[in-house]
């Protein structure tokens, strides 16, 4: 499958969540990339891969969309393991950082089919 600039997708255990009329794929790199990637499908294109900061994990991550009550929008909530000792969970303001470059980095008219 090919998600946004990654061409070849090996990812054990991948993570989807719907939200905002997007599909989220959270996902580790493949082979011996423990590195947690974000890429989001519009309904006819991926975007881009993007690594989420400094987050690795030893297994695949869970991904929801989640609200709070108090909250004016939904997130999507990244919850994982970490590496070896190192307990870990990507922070919400971390992924609406990279749902914002995302946004920014897509080019009408680039189509990448999964």
Partial sequence: MTVGSRRSFDSPEPALAADG????LAHRGGGR???LYHA???GSSWSTDLRT????????PAVIAYRDSNASQSQL???HRGVRTRAAGADTAEIASLL???AEQQTPGTTDSP
């Fill in 21 to 24: 009329g997007k599909l989220h």
């Fill in 77 to 79: 909530l990244v919850v």
């Fill in 53 to 60: 900061g400094s987050h690795r994990s030893g297994t695949g």
């Fill in 40 to 42: 989001s499908f519009n």
């Fill in 33 to 35: 990339d423990v590195s």
């Fill in 100 to 102: 914002a470059t995302e």
